[in-house]
């Protein structure tokens, strides 16, 4: 299933069931796990109950983009604008926490673009997944690291060109705080600093 959904996304990045089950498949029991831990503590539970959402409809980007400059609304809105892209949207069920924390989680793939500085080339996708991998120990991210390393979709040069930008994104994902432990819809009029230093993001290394 895993396969099948991941040769579907290669084709088509934004499909939303395909990257729903492609999460379902391979990491059902990571969600579980981070839903566990979120149920015992009131930042969690709050989450959980409330399930706020970045997706598309959710969010005025318009609003966003008037926001003063630094800002993590207005650095969101115009990512968008510059990459030429809509934020995400599902029409994907959800009937549990675990199906919501995959959502969320996919709804704030492109924050985690504006806060690590990694770019939406093929190259800094790669760097993303890296970091996710250190961070949550995803298995999408290690099936997609290894796709991308033996078939190169989108133009990928030979991974060793660019390994030591894995190795470096993979080490800054362990060492930021779990990408689950901030709201990031209450940080859009924040600085986006702010919220780097909520994650206890690391600079971004030259």
């Given at each position: ?62 609003a966003l983009a008037k926001l ?27 009937r549990n926490e675990v199906d ?69 994104a993979y080490r800054r994902g ?33």
């Amino acid at each position: 299933v895993a396969y099948r959904a991941l040769t579907i996304l290669s084709k088509a990045p934004d499909d939303p069931v395909a990257a729903a089950m492609l999460n379902a498949a391979l990491d059902g029991d990571v969600y579980r796990r981070q839903a566990e831990a979120l149920s015992k503590t009131e930042f969690g539970r709050k989450l959980l109950v409330e399930r706020p959402t970045l997706q598309k409809g959710s969010i005025d980007l318009d609003a966003l983009a008037k926001l003063p400059e630094g800002t993590v609304g207005r650095a969101f809105a115009e990512y968008f604008v510059v990459n030429k892209i809509a934020p995400f949207e599902t029409p994907y069920e959800v009937r549990n926490e675990v199906d919501y924390l995959i959502k969320w989680y996919r709804e704030t793939h492109d924050l985690h673009h504006v806060l690590t500085g990694y770019a939406t080339d093929a190259v800094g996708e790669m760097e993303v997944q890296a970091f996710a991998l250190g961070n949550q120990g995803f298995r999408v991210s290690k099936m997609i690291l290894t796709f991308a390393a033996i078939l190169r979709p989108h133009n990928l040069p030979p991974m060793w060109r660019y390994w030591s930008r894995l190795k470096r994104a993979y080490r800054r994902g362990q060492q930021t705080a779990n990408l689950f432990s901030v709201r990031y819809d209450q940080f859009l009029e924040a600085p986006v600093e702010a919220l780097r230093k909520a994650l206890e993001l690391p600079p971004l290394a030259a």
